[in-house]
């Protein structure tokens, strides 16, 4: 079990996954004190009831803070035992490549930078499998990183620069986490448009049905974290890699099977032509880039569908990881948690 620390700083804590690591460590009762450093404040909804409670009571700070820019000593008013790298940007498409460089290198380089300042011997950064690059092929926590677009380059970089961070000094210790697609209330992403498409009965299968997407619940990835620091206290570890998914990665069909069952869907489900959705999304692409309207259809989206993230989550399997939630778990809960985000 680990043990509770004084003060946690969460870089990009007002995110997605920030805002539901926030209230893990409340829950589980693994810090005194948590500071949340973010552009945008803490979201206000009904799964973040605990978050805000804790704003209330002063065991939560908030600081806006954007971290392309240096972070200044004063920003925070006592020294963390355990800084989280959580700041990014990641969405693809919808970002220019430059983009990703600026804000997940310089992010990693200031937040780095205060950490060495402020005498933090303990960093979590969150990558991503991106840096592993598609492939149908299983790839896990040995496999040679062959990244194919600026976000999977900018993560495998800012990896190194947490590194460089590690390797200044023995006392430090750093924890990196490759994640899949992470899923769950707030995430408006990928699987959510994958419910909903599903749940209001547009959604079709281009062939894809055993393609497989690692990644998994969003709340299984907070557990990951802690189960994470608890191996390096007990084993000395002071270098740390840890791909996240379920285990094994889900097949598409199995993500679309367990959505049906949450929701009672059992309509019939369309299976379209490959080549016809991706011509499709060419022409729907050029059409709307030379009238300048923007509109979520996109080549890049389509390849995504059909292209496997077969991630294996290796070092967990053998440090002996119990996951908590399996598919159906995972979206049961998110159901209560978010109901309206399974809604025709």
Not at 46 to 70: C, K, M, N
Not at 95 to 102: L, M
Not at 121 to 140: A, C, H, M, N
Not at 188 to 216: C, D, E, H, M, P
Request: hydrophobic share 40%.
């Amino acid at each position: 079990m680990m043990n509770t620390v004084g003060t946690v700083t969460i870089f990009g804590g007002t995110g997605f996954i920030g805002t539901h690591l926030a209230q893990h460590l409340l829950r589980e009762n693994l810090a005194e004190k948590i500071m949340l450093v973010d552009i945008e404040p803490p979201r206000n909804e009904p799964y973040t009831a605990l978050l805000q409670q804790s704003l209330r009571s002063g065991h939560i700070i908030y600081r806006q803070w954007d971290v392309r820019e240096p972070i200044p000593p004063s920003l925070l008013p006592t020294r963390s035992d355990i800084i989280f790298n959580l700041a990014a940007v990641h969405r693809e498409p919808g970002h220019k490549p430059h983009e990703y460089f600026e804000t997940n290198l310089l992010g990693a380089e200031n937040v780095c930078e205060y950490a060495a300042a402020s005498n933090c011997l303990r960093i979590v950064f969150t990558s991503s499998i991106s840096p592993y690059g598609p492939s149908e092929e299983k790839r896990d926590e040995t496999s040679l990183p062959t990244p194919e677009t600026p976000y999977g380059c900018s993560k495998l970089v800012a990896e190194n620069i947490h590194m460089a961070w590690k390797a200044a000094s023995s006392d430090r210790k750093l924890l990196i986490l490759r994640p899949g697609v992470v899923f769950g209330p707030g995430e408006n992403g990928n699987v959510t448009r994958l419910i909903q498409s599903v749940v209001r009965g547009y959604f079709i299968y281009i062939g894809n049905r055993a393609t497989r997407k690692a990644g998994g619940y969003v709340k299984e990835l907070c557990f990951v974290v802690q189960f994470g620091l608890e191996h390096q206290d007990k084993s000395g570890e002071s270098i740390t890699l840890l791909n996240f998914s379920m285990n094994p990665p889900p097949a598409l069909e199995e993500f679309v099977d367990t959505i049906r069952a949450v929701v009672g869907k059992r309509h019939r489900l369309l299976t379209v032509p490959r080549a016809l959705v991706l011509g499709a999304s060419y022409v729907i692409e050029a059409a709307a880039s030379a009238a300048g309207i923007k509109q979520p259809v996109s080549s890049v989206r389509v390849r995504k569908l059909f292209r496997s993230t077969l991630i294996d989550p290796k070092r967990l399997r053998e440090l002996g990881y119990q996951w908590h939630f399996g598919l159906e778990d995972a979206f049961r809960d998110w159901k209560q948690a978010l109901p309206r985000d399974f809604l025709a």
